[in-house]
């Protein structure tokens, strides 16, 4: 089984605060993601990877960046933290069958 | 961009009854269409998908049909059991483009005993 493994459930950060959102695949998948999820708005993207180095923007990049230095690990940077960022974030890799998300990260900026 | 449209937002059934949720999709070229539920507090997992080759797919109890002409496509449950109140999520998706997939809004089944 693929295992996506996000390192946080429960982040607490306040505003202006420069934020890490770390995911690992164990599977050697080339595509990686990350979505929030907010009630009522089902799962927007923020960006994508599809190698080590490459990184392409989705629907709702702005405030955020990511950073892939290594084929394993995805990570979510949010530059200066603002409460509009109060959201769950799901990483994902992807197969030939689908997404395999992690358990996500709850993140609350005060 | 591509743009999935999902109807109901919510849905609630008769143990036993069936439950029909339904999308469409805006691009053309997308030829990949995953199912995900999504149980409370947990992740989204996949439990069906079909591709643009293919018009209908069974697992026991649920199905997915595809429409590429009308761009929509369904998923049904039939026998529905408590066990399948969950949110539910359609996606659509272009294997060529790193395979990143653009979702509906969520329906949220729930299947009164």
């Known amino acids: 089984d693929v295992k996506v493994t996000q390192s946080s459930r429960y982040l607490v950060k306040r505003t202006g605060e420069k934020v890490f959102l770390e995911c690992v695949q164990d599977?050697?998948?080339?595509?990686m993601f990350w979505y929030r999820q907010d009630p009522g708005l089902g799962l927007r993207l923020i960006y994508f990877s599809y190698d080590v180095k490459m990184k392409e923007k989705g629907d709702i990049p702005e405030g955020y960046s990511v950073s892939r230095e290594k084929k394993e690990r995805f990570s979510l940077i949010l530059e200066s933290a603002s409460t509009n960022q109060t959201s769950m974030y799901l990483c994902?890799?992807?197969?030939?069958?689908?997404?395999?998300f992690g358990s996500g990260t709850r993140l609350t900026v005060v | 961009g591509e743009n999935v449209e999902q109807h109901p937002s919510t849905l609630s059934v008769q143990e036993g009854d069936s439950a029909v949720i339904k999308c469409t999709y805006s691009?053309?070229?997308?030829?990949?269409f995953p199912w995900y539920k999504q149980e409370l507090g947990k992740r989204p997992q996949l439990i069906i998908d079909?591709?643009?080759?293919?018009g209908e797919k069974k697992d026991q109890r649920i199905a997915v049909t595809l429409n590429k002409t009308a761009k929509h496509f369904s998923l049904h449950i039939t026998e529905t059991q408590p066990e399948d109140s969950a949110v539910y999520f359609c996606?659509?998706?272009?294997?060529?483009?790193?395979?990143?997939?653009?979702f509906g809004d969520g329906t949220t089944l729930t299947v009164k005993p």
């Open positions: 994902a890799s992807r197969t030939n069958y689908g997404y395999t």
């Open positions: 079909i591709r643009s080759n293919v």
């Open positions: 996606a659509a998706s272009i294997s060529t483009n790193a395979g990143k997939s653009t």
């Open positions: 599977m050697d998948h080339e595509n």
């Open positions: 691009d053309s070229a997308s030829n990949y």
